[in-house]
């Protein structure tokens, strides 16, 4: 029973982490129609420069710099390379492609600058650990279910009450009617690129925290792991991206505390069992757990 408190505890702190990441495929989908496959990357920068900036300006200094530095990337790689060419309805997946190669460009780079190292971000909690009654969590577990909650009500509070969140909302639905009724497009575009940045920079952290040894060159392929969230949830959809994963949270936990039990699936299920789950879904919902079926005009 310990073990398996254990598992959830873990499996929604996971969960929430990931959000982060999938509401920044999500708003970016909504913007402008665009899969960011630039996503792990934009993380790992964010990551690196809290890496490189927290002996200097402590941790609650760089990751301040590092989520605004990583907010402002994203929303230039946007407005400078995705924002370019033809604005016609297949311009969307030429700009989904674009975002390999850009993920290409910055992931080489930045491999470059961190080699084999495991870097620390000089996060405030370390391997400190808290006992729940029979359950003991580490203390970055608890600080990620916590900040994320917070992080995502600001989202849902933008989305729902501020001029951006309408902006976005109305583009979501219609993109030519909401340019009809005065929407600038540009600008919703460039601010969804920002926040989904801004949030990866923030899930950075908690990747690379206790339990995790540190930042390393892969840490940005984990953030890839939240992709099948936003999937699963509807790529439109906010909540779903939540819903999925909170999903793929517990189900990659409860897959890892329970590996002996499924030793006949291999080694390494845990790693794919997030896409196993999206796959199982999407094979009843198409649309994902939240989509909805799009009307076409013949």
Known sequence: MTGLLDDLLGGLALGAVYALVALGFVVIFKASGVLSFAHGSLLL?????????????????ALAVAVLATALLSGALDRLLLQRGDPGPGAAHVRTIVTIGIDIVLLTELSRRIGGDL????????????????VTVADSRLA???????????VFA????????????????????????G????RVRTLAWCLAGGLAALAAVFLAAFPAPGLERTTGQIALKAFPAAVLGGMASPVGALAGSLLIGLTEALVAGHQSELSLLGEGFGDV????????????????LFGTRGAARV
């Open 144 to 154: 990620a279910i916590v900040v994320s909650a917070v992080a995502i009500a600001s």
């Open 273 to 288: 069992a997030p896409y196993a789950v999206m796959v199982l879904v999407l094979l009843v919902r198409p649309t994902g």
């Open 183 to 186: 929407v600038r497009l540009s």
């Open 158 to 181: 933008l989305f729902r009450y501020t001029r951006w969140g309408l902006s976005l909302r109305a583009a979501g639905e219609d993109v030519e009617a909401a340019a009809l009724m």
């Open 119 to 134: 870097l620390p971000l000089g996060d405030p909690w370390g391997d400190a650990v808290t006992g729940l009654g029979p």
């Open 45 to 61: 920068f964010g990551g690196y420069l809290i890496a490189v900036l927290h002996d200097d300006l402590g941790f609650a200094g």
